[in-house]
């Protein structure tokens, strides 16, 4: 009896086993940046440490960094559980970073009309236009991403021209043409299809068993999250505008505190995301020539033709900002435009009236009389006389008489007593 017992159980055994699988599954929407690497590299140790059948990364981007991509392809090689790369739904992409990403995977799958392709490196130097730069180094560049492009075809025994060819001439296909191609291992409609496609598959000796496996989500984490949200071209400027408002509106309002703390906080995390994005310098220095323009016209009288210069310095630094940038990392006229403006009104109304009125003559209590126009109350020469200004009696002097109720101007203060002279009709 026991026999047959062990026998049957030796039957339901695989089927059990295979209902109990599991895959992860990651979903990639958006740019590839720092965050999206760090996020691919956690998914996977989780799925590992879970015993997944595989890792699936649902995937449209696109583009992004191509130093987050090569981190993101170097974990996928050192990955002990199978990375399934699905381009999906319809009409995803995986352009630019996504390129190296999809046929770095263990198997490449894509959604019917998707497409894949344009991976034309365009980080190619401070100038932010990529014909204008140096040929030789365009060159350099351009080459060595296409050796990257084909180490990894040749890795996965994927098209190797057609690899090359996404980068040195941009070229983009259809899930179709990919697949007929040999870019990609097959076509999936979803994710069920997926699954049942991907069951017997052989990966590194491994045959994976996902007909019957339970998909579980791996989702990111606050840290993956924030930093999605805020390692972006439009936090960045965001944080410069209050780098700049904030320290010229301490230098402005000295004693202030506040602008100055906010300045300073908002300068140190741009000074860390710098390091991150891919920041054009030739955009920074022009908007700090422009920060520079609207100061110096506070005190030139050029009527606005400094602040003017400054408008078109700071529209043209943001809109340079980030020009070099991989795709899904640019700075859109929706925001260049309306940072200019409020820079601009910012300059001309705020910092140039507090600075302005640091240069006045200090007028506080007494002082304020000065300038002002009373009635004599007695006849006032060089001998004395007296005035009724702001509720109070004055003694006042005047080198040329003036008559009792006579109009006198104040033009000094001396102790208690007011210089005078009188005010001509």
Not at 146 to 159: C, G, L, M, T
Request: net charge negative; proline share 5%.
């Amino acid at each position: 009896m026991k026999r047959w017992f062990f026998i049957a159980m030796a039957g339901l055994l695989p089927g059990m086993v295979a209902h109990a699988a599991q895959v992860g599954l990651i979903k990639i929407d958006g740019a590839i940046g720092p965050a999206t690497a760090s996020y691919i590299s956690r998914a996977i140790d989780v799925a590992t440490d879970q015993s997944d059948e595989c890792l699936i990364i649902q995937l449209d981007t696109p583009g992004g960094l191509l130093d987050s991509a090569s981190e993101i392809v170097q974990k996928f090689y050192a990955s002990k559980v199978p990375i399934v790369v699905y381009v999906s739904p319809a009409p995803a992409r995986a352009g630019s970073a996504g390129v190296f990403i999809t046929m770095a995977a263990d198997v490449a799958v894509m959604a019917p009309h998707t497409r894949i392709g344009a991976a034309h490196p365009v980080e190619l130097g401070a100038s932010g236009n990529v014909e204008q730069t140096d040929d030789v180094m365009k060159k350099k560049i351009e080459n060595d991403t296409a050796s990257f492009a084909q180490s990894i075809a040749e890795k996965r025994n994927r098209d190797v021209d057609w690899a090359k060819s996404a980068v040195l001439d941009s070229a983009s296909i259809t899930a179709e043409e990919a697949l007929d191609k040999n870019v990609i291992d097959f076509i999936a409609q979803d994710l069920p299809d997926l699954l049942k496609q991907l069951n017997g598959h052989e990966v590194n000796g491994k045959t994976l068993r996902t007909a019957n496996a339970t998909i579980v989500e791996i989702p990111m984490n606050l840290w993956e999250d924030f930093s999605q949200l805020f390692l972006r071209p439009e936090v960045m400027f965001i944080l410069m505008l209050m780098v700049i408002y904030g320290i010229i509106g301490e230098l402005s309002s000295p004693g202030a505190i506040l602008p100055g703390i906010v300045g300073a906080i908002a300068l140190i995390l741009v000074l860390y995301m710098s390091a991150i994005l891919p920041v054009n310098v030739t955009g920074l220095v022009l908007i700090g020539l422009a920060i520079v323009l609207f100061i110096v016209d506070v005190f030139a009288t050029t009527h606005g033709v400094l602040t003017a210069g400054g408008i078109l310095s700071f529209f043209l630094g943001a809109l340079m900002l980030f020009s070099n940038a991989a795709p899904g990392f640019g700075l859109s006229l929706g925001w260049i435009i309306p940072g200019t403006v409020v820079t601009a009104l910012f300059f001309v109304f705020v910092v140039g009236k507090g600075i302005r009125a640091q240069f006045k003559p200090v007028r506080a209590g007494a002082e304020t009389m000065l300038g002002k126009t009373v009635n004599a109350l007695s006849r006032i020469d060089s001998a004395g006389g007296k005035v009724f200004i702001e509720g109070e009696h004055w003694n006042a002097v005047s080198e040329s008489p003036a008559d009792a109720g006579q109009p006198v101007e104040i033009v000094d203060i001396n102790g208690l007593t007011l210089r005078v002279k009188p005010k001509q009709n």
